[in-house]
C-alpha cells in the first residue's frame, strides 16, 4: 500500500505561503497609506476574496487523505454538518456532526469488488469506536469496479468533542481481468483478497 498524504502537505504549505503573500498585500495600505497608488486599491476585494478562498482550501487538505493499494485509490474528506440543521435537542444529543465522502477508483488491470468495511472513530478525548473488519459493504452495496471505474458515497458520524479522526479500510477481492473472467496472480503471495486503506482524515469543527 502507498498513503499519498505527503502530495496533500506540500499543497497545504504552498497554499500557507500564498496566504502570506496576500495578507502582506493587504496590509501594505495601512503602513504606506500616503504612497499607496490608487489603482492597487481596487485589486484589495480581489485579494480578500481569494484570502478567504484560500482558507478553504487549507481547511479542505486537513480533512483529506488518499491512500493507494494494489491499484485501488481511495480518497476520504469530512465536513462539519453545522447543527442548524438540526432541532436544539438532537444537536446537544449528538454533540459534534461530521459528514464524509469516499472515493474509491480502481486504476488497477483487474475487476475488483468492495466487500466489507473497517473503521475507526477517534474523539479528542481519548475516546474511540469501530465498525468492526468485514462489516458487509458501505451504505447498503457491495460494488463491483471495472478498471477505471469509481464508485463514491456519502455518510456520516458523531462526535463528543470538536476534533477527532477517522482511519480503517475495505475489504476487497479481485474478480478478475477486465471483462471479470478469472486470471492467474501475478504472483504466488499475492491474494484475491486484499485491504484497501482509508488512510486517517481529520474530522474538525472549524467553528467552534
Known amino acids: 500500500k502507498r498513503i499519498i498524504t505527503p502530495?496533500?502537505?506540500e499543497t497545504a504549505t504552498k497554499i500557507n505561503?500564498?496566504?502570506n503573500q496576500l495578507i502582506l498585500f493587504l496590509s501594505f495600505p495601512f503602513f504606506y497609506f500616503n504612497s499607496i497608488p490608487v489603482h492597487l486599491y481596487t485589486h484589495q476585494a480581489d485579494a480578500f476574496e481569494a484570502l478567504r478562498s484560500l482558507g478553504c482550501q487549507a481547511r479542505l487538505m486537513q480533512c483529506t487523505?488518499?491512500?493507494e493499494t494494489?491499484?485501488?485509490w481511495v480518497m476520504a474528506s469530512?465536513?462539519?454538518?453545522h447543527q442548524e440543521a438540526f432541532s436544539q435537542a438532537d444537536a446537544q444529543d449528538q454533540g459534534y456532526l461530521f459528514s464524509y465522502r469516499v472515493r474509491v477508483e480502481n486504476r488497477s488491470a483487474r475487476t475488483v469488488q468492495l466487500v466489507g468495511r473497517c473503521w475507526r472513530i477517534a474523539d479528542a478525548a481519548g475516546g474511540a469506536k469501530a465498525v468492526p473488519k468485514g462489516s458487509p459493504?458501505?451504505?447498503g452495496q457491495q460494488p463491483v469496479l471495472r478498471p477505471g471505474e469509481i464508485f463514491q458515497y456519502q455518510s456520516g458520524t458523531d462526535?463528543?468533542?470538536p476534533t477527532g479522526f477517522?482511519?480503517?479500510s475495505f475489504q476487497m477481492v479481485t474478480l478478475g481481468g477486465e471483462d471479470g473472467e478469472s486470471c492467474p496472480a501475478e504472483s504466488e503471495e499475492e491474494s484475491k483478497f486484499f485491504d484497501a486503506e482509508v488512510a486517517r482524515f481529520d474530522l474538525v469543527a472549524f467553528d467552534h
Open 7 to 9: 502530495v496533500l502537505s
Open 78 to 81: 469530512a465536513a462539519q454538518v
Open 137 to 139: 459493504g458501505v451504505v
Open 65 to 67: 487523505s488518499v491512500a
Open 70 to 72: 494494489r491499484g485501488v
Open 159 to 161: 462526535l463528543p468533542t
Open 166 to 168: 477517522m482511519e480503517g
Open 17 to 19: 505561503q500564498v496566504k
